[in-house]
């Protein structure tokens, strides 16, 4: 019998109960999923950052700490978390990130937002071609490279950013500061992606909107504190940057006074771009335990020197 402690919400446990069991049974693991069990009789515990769990040390016996989340900014420095701990990768998350972005990519593309504007005046202005638009994707992990390789198939000319060097198929990637700029440079659209780590917040600074096109416009559904709010607030103020498309925000839900509100060249969103499903994450969860009993690596598994 696998002993799994859940560790997350009252409202997470009523979403994922159920599905967990029958994706580890499908999977003919016996397990024992418990909110309450000893903590030297853990296995695996199932984790959210949010939950009253963060002193890991009693938990002698875990083999590894699977996360419900895809960030683990909130965890991964702590220092009594010594056992594997392993990121959530959801296909249908990944899904949910390609169609949103997707999404939004073609209505700054096709500049949907004049049309809404002008529907009482008949004002023709025909866009280019997808392949004729420069799509750059900051970050290129599990969502970033999902993203990335649906809009080229959309027929988008996309560049990719990742901080080490990185192949994805049928993708322009670039690394490094001298690639970071010269994404940024050819962005007519930029997407972030990024994870929140010491290096990657506030990389979209203010020299680094500067390197934007004229006319830029931006989508943010990765970290909030990716960007300098005060230097985007100046960008499109005097008219570099056009629009951007937010969805996280440092803090949230973002306050009613806060400027990106009001702002008439920023729409936001209130964290919908993506979303764990619990029957595709559930699975995920059985598959790494599977794995694990069957002594093969971890999928997913966090470098903690990296952060992600």
């Not at 009482?120 to 970033?144: E, F, H, M, T």
């Amino acid at each position: 019998m696998i002993n799994i402690q859940f560790s997350a919400s009252e409202t997470a446990w009523a979403t994922y109960q159920d599905t967990i069991v029958a994706a580890c049974a499908a999977r003919s693991l016996e397990i024992n999923l418990r909110q309450d069990h000893a903590p030297e009789d853990v296995d695996y515990i199932i984790y959210a950052p949010t939950s009253d769990l963060q002193d890991f040390s009693p938990y002698t016996q875990c083999k590894a700490v699977l996360s419900l989340w895809a960030g683990v900014e909130r965890i991964v420095g702590n220092s009594t978390l010594t056992m594997p701990l392993c990121r959530m990768v959801d296909p249908g998350l990944t899904a949910g990130m390609v169609e949103w972005v997707a999404g939004h990519v073609l209505r700054y593309h096709l500049d949907l937002d004049r049309s809404l504007q002008t529907q009482d005046r008949w004002a023709p202005k025909i866009p280019p071609l997808a392949q004729q638009r420069q799509v750059s994707i900051l970050g290129l992990g599990a969502l970033g490279a999902a993203c990335a390789t649906a809009l080229a198939a959309l027929g988008f000319s996309v560049t990719g950013w990742a901080r080490s060097a990185k192949h994805v198929d049928g993708i322009m990637v670039q690394h490094g500061e001298a690639g970071l700029k010269s994404a940024l440079q050819n962005a007519e659209i930029l997407v972030l992606l990024l994870p929140d780590t010491g290096a990657t917040q506030n990389i979209l600074n203010a020299n680094r909107l500067a390197l934007l096109p004229q006319g830029a416009r931006i989508i943010n559904p990765g970290r909030g504190t990716l960007i300098d709010d005060a230097a985007l607030l100046d960008s499109l103020n005097s008219g570099h940057i056009a629009h951007a498309t937010l969805d996280v925000f440092r803090q949230e839900p973002l306050p009613q006074e806060h400027p990106y509100w009001a702002h008439p060249h920023v729409t936001v969103t209130p964290h919908i771009a993506a979303e764990t499903r619990p029957i595709t994450a559930s699975d995920m969860l059985a598959q790494n335990i599977a794995r694990s009993e069957s002594g093969q690596p971890l999928l997913h598994e966090v470098d903690r020197k990296l952060g992600y």
